[in-house]
Each structure stands twice: as C-alpha cells, then as structure tokens.
Nanobody
Framework: QVQLVESGGGLVQAGGSLRLSCAAS????????MAWFRQAPGKEREFVAR????????FYADSVKGRFTISRDNAKNTVYLQMNSLKPEDTAVYYC???????????????WGRGTQVTVSS
C-alpha cells in the first residue's frame, strides 16, 4: 500500500556528508514509523535508524549514533537520513522501510524501497 522511493545516494570521501531522502506515497496506517536499513557486500542487512512519525521519536544503531540523524517532513511524507563523518565501513545499499507502530514500539515493516547505493572512499 505504501510506496517508498529513496534518493540521495552517491560517492563521497571519508569524513564527508550525505543526506538520503525517502518519499512515501499511498496509504499508511494512522500510527506508523519509518526506518533506514543498510546492507554491505557480504553482510546481513542491519538496522540503522528509525523514527516514529507521531512525535518524531528517534532511535539509532550504536554504530551510527552521533554521526547520523533521522528526521521527517510531515508535509512531504518524507524521511531523511543525514550522514556525517562518513567512514568506509558505512558503504552499503541503504533501504527505506515503513510499518506500523504502537507508541514508540515498531511492530514491523511492510513496505520497502529499492535502495540507494552509498559508497565512502578512503
């Protein structure tokens, strides 16, 4: 029901910054959250950050705390991932996801974007 389209990926040098965007369209639940995941070559998909739409409460993986910031624009139905102090190990395909939330708890994800490549060179 919800379509997600990521944008903003690209090639950056270590220490640089990049901002990813994820635009959502279609029907969503009254209470939902959106998140960013990433998958590096040869590795499992991992959680990066999520945001509860109502109230904008955010959560981060330990590996990106202090460097990445997730935010949302309610009017545009868009979430962002501001990535600063990028490291080569941040290189991955980044995926946007959405799903139902109860309070601050994310129940799961039922919509996924196609992903956008982020490459950090040393």
């Amino acid at each position: 029901q919800v379509q997600l389209v990521e944008s903003g990926g690209g090639l950056v040098q270590a220490g640089g910054s990049l901002r990813l965007s994820c635009a959502a369209s279609g029907r969503t639940l009254s209470s939902y959250g959106m998140a960013w995941f990433r998958q590096a070559p040869g590795k499992e998909r991992e959680f990066v950050a999520r945001i509860v739409w109502s109230g904008a409460m955010t959560f981060y993986a330990d590996s990106v705390k202090g460097r990445f910031t997730i935010s949302r624009d309610n009017a545009k139905n868009t979430v962002y991932l501001q990535m600063n102090s990028l490291k080569p190990e941040d290189t991955a395909v980044y995926y946007c996801a959405a799903g139902p939330v109860t309070g601050w708890r994310q129940l799961g994800y039922n919509s996924w974007g196609r992903g956008t490549q982020v490459t950090v060179s040393s």
